[in-house]
């Protein structure tokens, strides 16, 4: 076996022989309705507690266990910006993406008027917990209020901008990727003690961005900070293209959109 991997394996088992404490937060939880039970451990990092408020910090590990198992399947380790305090709670449990599996979440940062967590989706296929490209898109979401709807599969958030509340956000999940749906957007008037409205509606198919959402706001609110500019979103370059004052296209290396308005709502859809 390479130094190397020889290392990070003894460094595992090391982590996975640390014993209990009685301030580690421990849940069970059934995975699926037809599935196996998992024991999950919180194991608190004791030097997180020195760590920079709203910095990136090492607060700890969570063990998974199989039911019945002594050694965990898998360990994750999470690094966040919030207080360690928040992790100390425990992991949220909750299928956040529908597929009849519970995931799991902590707090990832806290401010005045809005928060985020970190995510790891189950995948049932390995039977772990993983990281992957809608686990980061969640990540990415700050809200004031959060709420995954099993009933209609969709995500709301409400959100300040500026003194303005609620503006709110519908996501739906889209081959295995987060889609903006519908937003009702508030915003603050310039020279103007009062709060502007708007409503985008989506096709899920066209899968916009949340950066790239911002970026339609920018333009709604002051055209010309995106007219004819390119902005780096999500790791594509988008061009934005006025057409009229009631339509313009903007686009990527691989989609183009079209956005319309009739009276004070926005659709877009895919050209």
Known sequence: MPLKQLFWTFALWCLAAIPATAADTVQTVKIHPNGPM???????NP???????????????IRVYTQGAAVPLQTIEFRTHADVSWFAKGPHIEDVNFDGYQDISVVDEVAGKWGSDQYRLFDPTTGRFVKSVLANE????????????????????THFVGQCYPSRRTYTVF????????????????GREQCLSFTVNVSPATRVSPAAHEAFIDWVTDPGTLEQRERWLDHSTWQVHQLSRDHFTYASQQKQFRVRRTGNTWVVAEE
């Open 47 to 61: 030097q997180a507690e020195h760590c920079n408020l709203g910095e990136p910090c090492l607060v700890g590990w």
């Open 138 to 157: 969640l990540t990415a979401l700050r809200y004031f209020k959060l709420v995954f709807d099993s009933t209609t599969k969709q995500i709301h958030t």
């Open 175 to 190: 081959e295995q990727r987060l889609a903006l749906v519908h937003a009702e957007e508030l915003f603050p008037a310039i």
């Open 38 to 44: 998992y024991t999950l451990r919180t194991i608190v």
